[in-house]
């Protein structure tokens, strides 16, 4: 399972970027995608994962009412629209995906990040 982000950029202050995530491979079934993120120094946590089937998404409360996260054209394939920026919304941001392999094991992938930047 290979997961590539695209979108990242620099944004100023109240701006907005989209991040887009597309995840390829053969042989699995995406269970649930979101996305996390890590600024500098600081550990990574998790910034939107919606629930198994996609019926819904959590948000973390920093970014509740700013970002949305949404699917794309293809099931595999989801977007995080990311409204009103702010510096503290500085970091690398990462798509996951828990999926299903052979019908029965669980994994969690990542993909290799993308740099959103907002000056402060």
């Known amino acids: 399972v290979q997961l590539v982000e695209s979108g990242g950029g620099l944004v100023q202050a109240g701006g907005s970027l989209r991040l887009s995530c597309v995840a390829s491979?053969?042989?699995?079934?995406?269970?649930?995608m979101g996305w996390d993120r890590q600024a500098p120094g600081k550990q990574r946590e998790l910034v939107a994962l919606?629930?198994?089937?996609?019926?819904?998404?959590n948000y973390a409360v920093p970014v509740k009412g700013r970002f949305t996260m949404s699917r794309g054209n293809g099931t595999n394939t989801i977007n995080l629209q990311m409204n009103s920026l702010k510096p503290e919304d500085t970091a690398v941001y990462y798509c996951r995906a828990r999926v299903v392999i052979n019908s029965n094991n669980e994994y969690v992938f990542w993909g290799q990040g993308t740099q959103v930047t907002v000056p402060s």
């Open positions: 491979g053969t042989g699995f079934r995406i269970k649930a």
């Open positions: 919606e629930t198994t089937g996609g019926h819904s998404t």
